[in-house]
């Protein structure tokens, strides 16, 4: 039995239990790890009404608090929505052990887990049921830190799985609730016992959690991705790729709210392409040229396309800006910057463009001729196995650097190195 003491009062001792219950979770062999995800999610199965239940009264206490709209469709858990968290873990106790795989240096390299975790995150409650799994099958302990708006839906999900753990003699403090009235600036500068905070949510929320924190931070990124149009590409393929990125639900991680064209598609359709996007439910907006382009067009737009100047913020709505360049350089400096930094996109037909893209875009994920829609669930990593994601992190944002990119098993892990003599 795990012989870690009852959780103090103070944030500091709180955080040490953390720490102290990752270290024996360290120990836990990689088949009980396994078991132990199965189990959570054979008991969610089971108990899942008890958590849409607390959601429901989640959502009734946000209506009221006048909680904005975007947080309450983050913050509704539908039945749906909470299968698919409940599949990501029973993919993860599939998966194979991200502490014995990915190291091919020989010299003493060992990939060990990170420690003591923090997820800081605003509504998407089932996205704690994800984080926990995921620190689990990696050997990690996790603090939650929600919202108020979904305190009791995090609690339930928090609740089930302390129920589970104690059924395999692992300690509380394995993963747990941050404490009532507890700020996110004094858990984030905890820099002694915890290891590394994930913020999700708006950019605004990430961005604050950033600047609070004085432990590593894994920033997870949403919205703003470009898409550059070469003149050799298909607007009808750009419209493909446009509605895919967005399909994803509910948070349009990688969705595609800013294009950039080449002056080419001006006479070469873009006002029907324009007007395509329209009839998706989409309000465009324009750079000064697409704005002049559209105006004589006006009797045959859905909606006038309006002037845009905020190129570097995220929507996260039904809004697409569209910009036009006279050459790929010019698009790729644009994107460097404004874009978000985690999924930015290229359709050509030539070699060299695609080259020329996937080396000068500075964002952690390139897409050349692909949908960049993302799936918490199903891409697949090198092995051909299915990855479970967490989110998208960016190459631009303050904090850990050393796994931008999708947030999977492997970021939530670390190396160290044995030498012997």
Same mark, same amino acid.
């Given at each position: +039995? %795990?012989?870690?003491?009852?959780? @103090? ?7 040490? $239990?953390?720490? &102290?219950?990752? +270290? ?26 008890? =958590?849409?239940? *607390? ?5 009734? *206490? ?28 029973? $993919? ?30 605003? /509504?998407?409650? $089932?996205?704690?049921?994800? &984080?926990?799994? +995921?620190?689990?099958?990696?050997? %990690? ?16 999900? *928090?609740?089930?799985? $302390? ?45 604050? =959690? ?8 894994? @920033? ?17 393929? &750009? ?23 080449? !002056? ?11 007007? !395509? ?5 989409? /309000? ?47 698009? #790729? ?9 985690? *999924? ?23 897409? #050349? ?13 090198? %092995? ?32 160290? !190195?044995?030498?012997?003599?």
């Amino acid at each position: +039995m %795990n012989t870690v003491s009852p959780v @103090p009062e103070d944030l500091t001792g709180f955080v040490y $239990q953390s720490h &102290a219950a990752s +270290m024996y979770l360290a120990s836990v062999k990689f088949e009980q790890r396994n078991q132990i995800l199965q189990e959570i999610a054979e008991v969610f199965k089971q108990q899942r009404n008890q =958590v849409l239940e *607390a959601n429901t009264l989640d959502l009734e *206490a946000s209506r009221e608090m006048a909680v904005p709209d975007i947080l309450l469709e983050w913050l509704k858990l539908t039945p749906e929505r909470l299968q698919n968290a409940i599949d990501c873990i029973k $993919q993860l106790a599939l998966l194979p052990d991200p502490l014995s795989a990915g190291i091919s240096n020989p010299d003493g390299f060992r990939r060990v887990p990170l420690g003591a975790m923090a997820f800081v995150y605003e /509504a998407f409650p $089932q996205l704690g049921l994800v &984080a926990a799994g +995921m620190c689990l099958k990696a050997g %990690n302990s996790l603090i939650l830190k929600g919202g108020n708006e979904s305190i009791n839906t995090n609690t339930a999900i *928090a609740n089930i799985i $302390q129920d589970v753990l104690h059924s395999f003699d692992l300690h509380d403090a394995t993963l747990a609730i941050a404490p009532k009235g507890s700020a996110i600036k004094d858990l984030l500068t905890q820099e002694k016992y915890l290891r590394l905070a994930i913020p999700y949510g708006r950019p605004s929320f990430v961005q604050q =959690v950033c600047k609070q924190s004085t432990v590593a931070v894994m @920033p997870s990124v949403m919205g703003n991705c470009y898409a550059y149009i070469s003149p050799t590409s298909s607007l009808d393929y &750009a419209y493909q790729i446009v509605k895919s990125s967005r399909s994803s639900e509910p948070d349009p991680v990688n969705a595609i709210e800013k294009v950039i064209v080449h !002056r080419d598609w001006l006479d070469r359709g873009l006002v029907d392409w324009i007007i !395509r996007l329209q009839e998706q439910g989409l /309000a465009v907006r324009g750079c000064d040229t697409i704005v002049a382009h559209c105006r004589p067009h006006i009797d045959r737009l859905h909606s006038e396309v309006a002037a845009e100047t905020q190129w570097g913020q995220a929507y996260l709505d039904d809004i697409i800006a569209i910009r036009v360049v006279d050459r790929l350089a010019e698009a #790729i400096a644009w994107i460097n910057q404004y874009s978000s930094g985690h *999924a930015d996109a290229i359709l050509t037909d030539s070699l060299q463009e695609s080259h020329q893209f996937a080396n000068e875009a500075n964002s952690s994920t390139i897409y #050349i001729n692909t949908p960049n829609q993302f799936k918490r669930l199903g891409s697949l990593d090198a %092995n051909g196995n299915k990855r479970v994601l967490l989110g998208m992190s960016s190459l631009k944002t303050r904090g850990s650097s050393r796994h931008p990119g999708a947030i999977d098993l492997y970021a939530l892990t670390t190396t160290k !190195r044995v030498i012997t003599g």
